[in-house]
């Protein structure tokens, strides 16, 4: 059995993860904690109060007692608000208050770009501008070449939390650029599990999302080589490449 423990901000799309759990077909575990969202807002103020030390420090104490292995805020943009290294940051103040290796959906993206030996990518966001910008710079600051970047201006997790199969392939279709060789969706808000080989197949490339990168980190940080090689669960799972672990909390 292994157990990766998930904190999760508030309600929009974590039922991704018990459809991970079936889709992985395994002794792996995803228990979800939900933190504080606070303001359900894609707004820079509010996803620094949504990303505090504090609020995901509440959560810890009863993913150990679920048994987790590795912890990660499944949180895009309340982990890459902060910048590259106050990003770094809060997932080391999570590892400490966890005693557990520790990462975000932020890092797993930048972890999964590499592990796909890819450096040109294309985001197809939800976020408003200002929002998506900064994840374009987070990107950047990993070693990333960021081709095209896409805004959808909404605001609440809330409304993209009820998109459906539709809306979803039709984000990542208008999010694609013909130079980018990885196409990242980063909204942890947003359904993508049922839909990551319908995203693999529409755009002939490999698709990223924010639900299925921090399944993939959780599971990397806790050693556990879940590999499927096949579709269900997109190109990333089936590439068991090893990926620095310097920003991760694994010190």
């Known amino acids: ?6 904190l999760y901000p508030g309600h929009s799309a974590e039922d991704d993860y018990p459809r991970f759990e079936v889709l992985l077909d395994s002794d792996i575990r995803l228990p979800v904690v ?34 987790a292995e590795s912890v990660v805020w499944a949180c895009t943009s309340g982990s890459f608000v902060y910048g590259w290294e106050g990003a770094r940051e809060q997932i080391r103040s999570l590892a400490l208050a966890a005693g557990l290796p520790a990462s975000s959906t932020s890092f797993a993206f930048a972890h999964a ?17 200002d929002v998506t910008a900064l994840f374009t710079a987070f990107l ?30 039709e984000l990542a279709r208008a999010g694609d650029h013909p130079d ?37 980190e ?24 090893s990926i620095p672990t310097e920003v991760t909390g694994r010190e």
Do not use: C
């Open 1 to 6: 059995m292994t157990t990766v423990g998930l």
């Open 34 to 67: 939900h933190t504080d969202i606070g303001e359900d807002a894609h707004r820079v103020d509010a996803l620094l109060r949504m990303g505090s030390a504090e609020r995901l420090a509440a959560g810890v104490e009863e993913l150990r007692l679920e048994g």
């Open 113 to 129: 770009v590499r592990a796909l030996g890819a450096q040109r990518v294309a985001v197809a966001a939800t976020y408003p501008e």
């Open 140 to 169: 950047k600051a990993s070693g990333a070449e960021v081709v095209s970047d896409r805004a959808s201006g909404i605001v609440t997790a809330a409304e993209v939390g009820t998109w459906g199969r539709d809306e979803v392939l």
């Open 180 to 216: 980018a060789e990885v196409v990242l969706l980063p909204d942890t808000a947003l359904h993508t599990a049922a839909y990551l080989r319908d995203l693999e197949d529409l755009l002939g490339k490999p698709v990223l999302t924010a639900n299925q990168v921090t399944v993939w």
């Open 218 to 241: 959780g599971l990397r940080l806790a050693e556990r080589k879940a590999w499927v090689f096949g579709p269900k669960l997109g190109t990333l799972f089936a590439k068991p490449e």
